[in-house]
């Protein structure tokens, strides 16, 4: 997917030079969701008024659909299919009515890729509908002002053959330095583009065990058995606080100093990074296209129906008192997350240093209760078909839904452009 924005003032015919804001995940990063929800953010926030061509409403509204939980419950849409032979070029249109941007005009155009062809940087195949041409990820960033990247916290989980994030993203950041540089004997020098990393999935049930990342509903009895450490229990949920030290996790500290000594230039103070400045090129969030709600208890709770970890052959407990315990009751005090969705209005007070608003807990005694999780299945094995079948997202009916971070990025990388606008390779060749 790759967003193209173009700024037009409103009150001058004059095309200002277009900003282009691209978009890189790979395979299952929720590059689709998030560019729905992006859709529906803008859509409520009264800070922009945003429309979209045809094809790109009929992508809106086939995952809007899909996620849907008001009358019944939601889904998650299927993920891009790589064996497809066109790719689709969509478009939005957003006005801003925010004081920091008024009259201004900014259209979106993306493609929907599957994440293996983010995965290959030296792939040159075609993307093209007729009148704009890339050959292959790399000609897509390198025409671009800023990057989002989508990082999956749970993408090393996939299978024991995918590449890591630091394998992925060194490949990538090689390729496009490489093409970046008109002659052999030019400074190396980092990146221009702007680029925020983004940790998506934060609301999910995420344990640390031993330094293994693994989900909840994965646990096995020998690691349930050694879990000693309450901030474990529900590690991606509290370590999104602190979204530098995530990303870093996420991807590996050795590509993340890499990162700031070869390939951007990354401001260490945090709450100098939120503000635009020559020197401050990248940042660093936590997001999430769901998360979590408090429900009539006041325990906050994922949006996702309960997947009950298998633990094969445990020992049923004994006691009363050992069947009612909620392993998982503990949660963070993240208010910022709940009540109100990621509209960016300006209202609204933000801890800087992780986009996080801290706001007062709302009652949802509207809401229609879900059955709470009682802990671990103390349950027989089932067969592995059964338990794939278990553990799709399934979307609680009513439960309210609470993105954040999803626009942040975003404007972010808009107000460090416009500020100090990158060169890109394309005009130095032309100066």
Same mark, same amino acid.
């Given at each position: 997917m790759i967003l193209?924005?173009?700024?037009? $003032? ?7 030079? !277009? &900003?282009?804001i691209g978009?890189?995940g790979?395979?299952?990063a ?10 529906e953010?803008?859509? /409520? ?16 509204q086939?995952?809007?659909?899909? *996620?849907? @939980?008001e ?5 998650? !849409?299927k =993920?891009?299919?790589?064996? #497809? ?8 249109? &957003? ?7 008024q009259n ?15 995965e290959?940087?030296?792939? $040159?195949a075609t993307v093209?509908?007729? =009148? ?5 990820i790399?000609?897509?960033l390198?025409?671009? %002002?800023g990057?989002?990247f ?5 993408y ?7 590449p890591?994030y630091?394998? *992925? ?7 496009f ?10 400074? +190396?020098?980092?990146l221009?583009?702007? #680029?925020?990393?983004? +940790?998506?999935?934060?609301d999910?049930? +995420?344990?640390? &065990?031993?330094?293994?990342?693994? /989900?909840?509903a994965d ?6 058995e050694?879990?000693?450490s ?5 590690w ?5 606080q602190n ?5 870093? =996790?996420? #991807?590996?500290q050795? #590509?993340?100093?890499?990162l ?7 401001e ?5 990074r939120e /503000?635009? %400045?020559?020197k401050n ?15 009539n208890?006041?325990?906050?709770c ?5 997947i009950?970890?298998?633990?094969? $052959?445990a020992?049923?407990?004994?006691? =009363? ?5 909620d392993?998982?009751?503990?949660? !963070?005090?993240?208010d ?6 990621? @509209?960016?209005?300006e ?6 240093s992780?986009?996080?608003a801290?706001? /007062?807990?709302?009652?949802y005694s509207?809401?229609?209760?879900p ?13 592995y ?5 278990s553990k ?11 993105p954040? @971070? &999803?626009?942040?990025?975003?404007e972010?990388l ?5 500020? %100090? ?11």
């Amino acid at each position: 997917m790759i967003l193209k924005t173009f700024f037009q $003032n409103n009150n001058n015919s004059q095309a200002v030079t !277009p &900003i282009r804001i691209g978009i890189w995940g790979g395979v299952g990063a929720g590059k689709t969701i998030f560019l729905t929800r992006l859709f529906e953010c803008l859509e /409520k926030s009264s800070n922009y008024r945003i429309a979209a061509d045809e094809k790109a409403i009929d992508f809106i509204q086939q995952n809007k659909d899909i *996620l849907d @939980n008001e009358k019944k419950p939601g889904s998650l !849409p299927k =993920e891009t299919d790589p064996g #497809m032979s066109e790719l689709e070029i969509f478009r939005y249109t &957003i006005t801003s009515q925010s004081s920091w941007s008024q009259n201004l005009t900014i259209v979106l155009e993306f493609i929907d890729a599957s994440g293996e062809f983010y995965e290959n940087p030296y792939s $040159n195949a075609t993307v093209s509908d007729g =009148e704009t041409t890339y050959q292959g990820i790399i000609e897509y960033l390198i025409s671009c %002002h800023g990057i989002i990247f989508l990082l999956d916290p749970l993408y090393k989980l996939k299978t024991e053959q995918a590449p890591t994030y630091r394998k *992925l993203l060194s490949d990538l950041f090689i390729e496009f330095r490489r093409r970046s540089r008109s002659r052999v004997n030019e400074a +190396v020098t980092p990146l221009e583009q702007y #680029m925020a990393f983004c +940790v998506t999935k934060v609301d999910e049930e +995420v344990a640390k &065990i031993n330094g293994k990342i693994i /989900k909840t509903a994965d646990i096995t009895e020998e690691e349930y058995e050694i879990i000693n450490s309450k901030d474990d229990q529900d590690w991606l949920w509290k370590a999104g606080q602190n979204p530098l030290d995530l990303v870093a =996790e996420i #991807m590996g500290q050795e #590509m993340t100093t890499r990162l700031s000594t070869e390939y951007s230039l990354v401001e260490e103070n945090s709450d100098r990074r939120e /503000k635009p %400045h020559p020197k401050n090129r990248c940042n660093f969030y936590a997001v999430s296209a769901f998360g979590r709600y408090q429900n009539n208890e006041g325990k906050l709770c994922t949006v996702f129906e309960d997947i009950k970890p298998q633990i094969i $052959n445990a020992n049923p407990p004994d006691t =009363e008192e050992e069947k009612n315990t909620d392993f998982w009751g503990n949660q !963070p005090d993240w208010d910022s997350a709940f009540g109100n969705n990621s @509209n960016n209005q300006e209202s609204q007070t933000s801890n800087s240093s992780t986009g996080f608003a801290w706001e /007062k807990k709302e009652e949802y005694s509207d809401v229609a209760e879900p059955n709470s999780s009682t802990g671990f299945a103390w349950e027989k094995k089932e067969e592995y078909s059964d338990i794939l079948e278990s553990k799709k997202l399934i979307i609680k009916q009513g439960v309210p839904i609470n993105p954040f @971070n &999803i626009i942040e990025p975003l404007e972010w990388l808009i107000k460090g452009i416009r500020k %100090h606008p990158p060169i890109l390779f394309l005009e130095r060749q032309q100066t």
